[in-house]
């Protein structure tokens, strides 16, 4: 009898403004609220600490304070003693400059802390949508000027007994993210988005954003018969509106638990990790009924 309670710690926006102390303020206090409900693990949207600054193009000079130099660092060492005081692990995501083979590089990275507050493991965003530069007639994506693709595969982390695997915004879109975890282990992956509600590119698209948001996940947690939990980071941050929509997925592909507003909000469900086992007797008996000789393809283009 294997569960795990599992709390989405959606937040409302972070607008520019906000001082660091503020924000990681409004996410104890969302640890607090997961902790009395009875959660085991918590996952905060991804770029948790600031504004989505890739909305803008920005000098060198301005967008040195969005980034991590070392988490836990002083302004965000009150989460981390959060954590050891509530006895509550959590998933973060953030912003993070790191010295790499002699120079400074930037990721969109999320980590995965322990309940006494230390690394279990670090996730680099894989898949950066958008582009380097802004684009006529496109809504201003420009996480790829700002960040360079993650360099730390897809792995997964022991936490309280369960396989914990990784993944921000757009990688919840792409099937190969899922079938990576899933190849690696995890039972539970923890999800934290930015996603902007209307898409100048795409009008005739802005009534399937939700459904699009849904329907990756819920076909993500499916098809590998894992546990999803995703946090949003929603609501209308410096003029852009963010969709909301955090939930709880389990491997049926059902949703448990939903978000209902665009605003700091706790959602919980307690996982059965038993659940895994029953939907890959169903169906999805990976070693006796995949055929990955016939899926080079994909690993080649
Ligand atoms: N943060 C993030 O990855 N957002 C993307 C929007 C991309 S719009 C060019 C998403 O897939 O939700």
Redesign the pocket.
Known sequence: DRHLTLAVCQTGPVQRSATRAETVGRLVHLLERAAAAGAELAVFP??ALTT?F?RWTLDESEIEGFYEERVPGPQTQPLFDAARRLRLGFALGYSEIADEDGRKRRF?TMDLVDADGSLVGRYR?I?????EASEAG??V?L?RRYFEPGNLGFPVFAYRGARIGLA??????WPETYRMLCLNGAEVVLIG????AV?A?APTLDHLRMFH?HLPMQAGAYQNTVWVAAAAKAGVEEGQAL?GGSCIIAPTGEIAALAVSVDDEVIVHRADLGLIDTCRRVNFDFARYRRPSEYGLIAER
């Open positions: 991804e770029m989505f890739p969109n965003k898949h950066l949508p958008g582009s496109t809504t994506h996480e921000l915004c757009n990688d919840r879109r988005y930015n996603t902007p898409l590119e948001n969709i």
